[in-house]
């Protein structure tokens, strides 16, 4: 089942939203200070192509203050436009039953694109 909802999910919308995460990953990368943050867009867009049968899971060096710090500059310039559009594409999609697995991927990527320093999807 979750090989169909990801094909299904790459048709609608998944590979243009992966495509989106790599490009801006890239050109975060053109910048030394940006490479840290571009590698994360970049491992969205890589989550995003096929969120489901994985889960978002923390790793040990999820809050040292390496990782603390840069979850928070993340989510001053990043990380709360992108959770924004995962919570309002998750909200629109609850209004139909066919549309519900489809937004509890996007509530899934929720705490990565929040937070993505210290967590994977697995």
């Known amino acids: 089942m979750s090989c169909l909802g990801n094909i299904i999910?790459?048709?609608?919308?998944?590979?243009?939203?992966?495509l989106g995460y790599i490009l801006g990953g890239l050109?975060?990368?053109?910048?030394?200070?940006?490479?840290?943050?571009?590698?994360?867009?970049?491992?969205?867009?890589?989550a995003n192509?096929?969120?489901?049968?994985?889960?978002v899971v923390e790793r040990e060096n999820a809050w040292s203050p390496l990782?603390?710090?840069?979850?928070?500059?993340?989510i001053i310039f990043f990380g709360w436009e992108i959770t924004l559009v995962h919570l309002f594409s998750g909200i629109l999609l609850t209004l139909t039953i066919i549309g519900i697995p489809f937004a509890k991927q996007h509530f899934k990527l929720i705490p990565l694109a929040l937070l993505p320093f210290g967590r994977d999807l697995v």
Do not use: D, E, H, Y
């Not at 999910?9 to 992966?18: D, K, N, Q, R, T």
């Open 9 to 18: 999910w790459l048709i609608f919308g998944g590979f243009l939203a992966s």
């Open 67 to 74: 990782t603390i710090i840069f979850n928070i500059l993340w």
């Open 49 to 55: 192509l096929a969120p489901f049968g994985k889960r």
């Open 27 to 46: 050109a975060m990368m053109l910048t030394i200070i940006g490479i840290p943050f571009g590698i994360q867009s970049i491992k969205l867009g890589v």
